[in-house]
């Protein structure tokens, strides 16, 4: 018998969590106030209501229901309530390795961001369908922790001490370590679906594997950045989900990373 909470009220709670979490880290409100002088309020609750519908209505078995609406009114406050300057709360996240700068580069600029989605990704495997959009939903984040290019020095001391396998091994371990709770509340809660399971953590797997191996792939020092954007979301995306592309494309990027590697540090 497959163990679950309150379905009718956590499914949708899930997906307003992350609209939420879209609409706090926005930085575009200023622009559509002098843009939509008048409308502006309701841009952004379209814009809103659009996002959770798209959540929500992904599921086609789901039927909306009260909760599902009462969440869908409750967007109206996003048009009332919303950061007017950045909300400063940092950790300094000292239990990171150092080997693991990006993650720990990130989480000390986006204290707040990374603890809600992260409670939101774990609360996901409440669901199947949850869980593989909340997945996809990750990707995001998974893309701006790896985005920025450290300096050349800072490559070269840490390639000369690390292997680029090494550093490839720990993240994913590290990776792997914050999936945990949610592996483990998917087998919980849904143990007669467990294929869900091994399919979410295969594509989570690869799709963070080629975001890492394609920073050190085009890692360039004159360039603050990779420029991951939606076209490297969406080539990646259909290679994970696909997973046989993944896995010729990755031994590619580790290929050419290497290479890439070697133009810094030598052999």
Not at 30 to 36: A, E, H, N, P, V
Not at 58 to 74: E, G
Not at 227 to 249: D, H, Q, R, T, W
């Amino acid at each position: 018998m497959v163990v679950k909470f309150p379905k009718p009220i956590l499914y949708p709670a899930v997906f307003f969590l992350l609209t939420f979490i879209f609409h706090i880290n926005r930085k575009d409100i200023s622009f559509l106030q002098k843009i939509f002088v008048r409308n502006w309020r309701l841009i952004i609750f379209l814009e809103s209501a659009i996002i959770y519908s798209i959540f929500v209505m992904a599921n086609i078995n789901y039927k909306i229901d009260q909760f599902a609406a009462l969440f869908f009114a409750a967007l109206i406050s996003f048009a009332f309530f919303y950061p007017k300057k950045q909300i400063h709360f940092v950790l300094q996240w000292n239990f990171v390795p150092t080997y693991l700068f990006e993650w720990k580069s990130y989480l000390r600029k986006n204290t707040i961001l990374a603890i809600l989605g992260y409670f939101i990704l774990v609360i996901s495997s409440y669901n199947p369908a949850s869980l593989i959009l909340c997945g996809i939903f990750t990707f995001d984040f998974i893309g701006a922790i790896f985005e920025p290019n450290e300096s050349k020095d800072m490559l070269e001391m840490y390639f000369k001490k690390y292997d680029f396998i090494f550093k490839l091994k720990k993240n994913v371990a590290f990776f792997n370590l914050l999936l945990l709770p949610t592996y483990t509340g998917f087998l919980i809660f849904n143990y007669t679906e467990s294929f869900y399971l091994l399919y979410y953590a295969i594509f989570m797997n690869l799709y963070f594997i080629l975001i890492l191996t394609r920073k050190y792939k085009i890692y360039n020092f004159k360039e603050r950045g990779n420029y991951y954007g939606m076209i490297v979301f969406l080539e990646y995306f259909f290679c994970s989900i696909l997973i046989i592309p993944a896995i010729f494309v990755i031994k590619q990027n580790i290929r050419e990373a290497k290479q890439n590697i070697r133009i810094y540090v030598g052999n």
